[in-house]
């Protein structure tokens, strides 16, 4: 879903070529963080987009970058599908300096698709297994904390790249989370629907819950993030905390799994927010409600031209919302119809998706910088800031002064 979809298309400039440091990229929010992470959904400030929020949203953006940056994309590399960078200098080297932030975790995800025999003949790049996949940092720098008015935690994740996250994607069925224990709270594992009826696709679980086969010792992403956080936690326990997951493609469909999971498996979980470029479908209806009622706050940043976005599955969220206004007005026959549909519609729930969270909807259309649109075009993580640092509101699409240019 994204960088095998990057060649001959309009390219802008880096953001770390031409933009000034992190910290000095937003207005301070310290008094309002929690409106900017979205305690209120955002109400009010999407359209017009509030000029704090857009920084923020292309703060975010640029973490995401960064794991993308760090990546090793050479498949003839001994280290491909690793990290290229150290903890220590990994988003200095991306070109983020003076952030505020420290990486404290390298995450991996594994896939769970068992593979044919034959697949030992060919190159060793197509059965990549395990990759890495993104990151955890931690807000470190006093000043920044006390202009954002916490300790930020951010999770940033990439979109698919290897051979078998692709194959993961193609995996469009719903399947089922259910609660488990785990440290006195809850957990997703797979289950049957008696039990639970939130469901999310059967890809991006499996990347996110999978271990590697042949080594049972390697953690699965999953784990590997309970624990990263858990240790975080006790380390600034009683600190003013949030969490803040980002990720673009894959990285936002992970993005919002990872929330709802730590927001299951820790009694006292900060607040949780999740940034998401360019995300495709995720859950059902009940899994959206299970996130709404846990009080994780999702912002999808959607470019109404992305293919991406409107898959996988379909969405059918307003039924019961219709059936019950055709009835009250005495549509017999139609309330009859509905009711067929809705029938039909259950028969088919596991592709019936839901769409989550406040959206921030753009148009690739809209941007004067932008010639030859395409697939590629419309989905990739760069467009997708240059069209947030353009918008301006559905009546004035984009702003003159929008810093992110297309190169000549």
């Known amino acids: 879903m994204d960088k095998m979809m990057n060649a001959n298309m309009p390219q802008l400039r ?63 590399s001994p280290n491909y599908a690793t990290c290229k960078f150290p903890k220590s200098t990994h988003l200095e080297r991306c070109g983020l300096r003076n952030t505020g932030y420290k990486v404290t975790k390298h995450l991996r995800a594994t896939s769970g698709i068992k593979l044919p025999s ?20 931690v807000c470190h720098n006093k000043e920044e904390i006390k202009r954002l008015g916490r300790r930020d935690i951010v999770v940033a994740f990439r979109g698919t790249t290897t051979c078998l996250e692709w194959l993961e994607n193609l995996r469009a069925t719903l399947t089922n989370v259910v609660p488990s224990a785990v440290n006195g709270n809850t957990a997703a594992e797979p289950c049957s629907v008696e039990e639970n009826g939130a469901m999310v696709e059967s890809g991006f679980l499996s990347l996110y819950t999978s271990k590697v086969s042949d080594n049972p010792s390697l953690m699965s992403l999953q784990d590997m993030v309970r624990k990263e956080i858990a240790r975080i936690l006790k380390t600034y326990e009683g600190e003013n905390l949030s969490l803040t997951i980002t990720g673009h493609s894959l990285g936002a469909a992970l993005a919002t799994l990872a929330a709802y999971d730590i927001k299951n498996s820790f009694l006292r979980a900060p607040h949780v927010t999740v940034i998401s470029f360019g995300g495709p479908r995720v859950g059902n209806r ?36 219709k059936e019950g206004d055709v009835e009250e007005n005495g549509g017999e026959h139609v309330a009859s119809f509905q009711g067929w549909m809705r029938n039909r519609v259950e028969e088919i729930q596991w592709l019936l998706y839901s769409e989550i ?45 929008a810093k992110r240019f297309l190169r000549h």
């Open 357 to 401: 969270g406040e959206e921030l909807r753009l148009c690739s259309r809209d941007s004067p910088y932008l010639r030859g649109i395409n697939i590629a075009t419309c989905h990739d993580l760069n467009i997708y800031l240059h069209l947030v640092d353009g918008f301006v509101s559905s009546t004035c699409p984009f702003r003159a002064t």
């Open 118 to 137: 034959w697949v030992d003949k060919a190159p060793g790049w197509v059965a990549t297994q395990s990759s890495y996949i993104g990151y955890v940092a």
């Open 14 to 76: 880096s953001s770390s070529s031409m933009s000034p440091p992190l910290s000095s990229l937003t207005n301070k929010v310290g008094k309002r963080w929690k409106e900017y992470q979205g305690v209120n959904n955002w109400n009010g400030m999407l359209d017009p987009l509030d000029e704090n929020l857009r920084a923020e949203i292309l703060r975010y953006g640029q973490f995401v970058e960064a794991a993308y940056k760090s990546f090793e994309f050479d498949p003839s």
């Open 286 to 321: 009940s899994f959206r409600r299970r996130l709404e009622e846990q009080g994780t706050k999702v912002l999808r940043i959607v470019n109404s031209d992305d293919v991406i976005t409107k898959i996988p599955g379909f969405v059918f969220d307003e039924v019961e919302k």
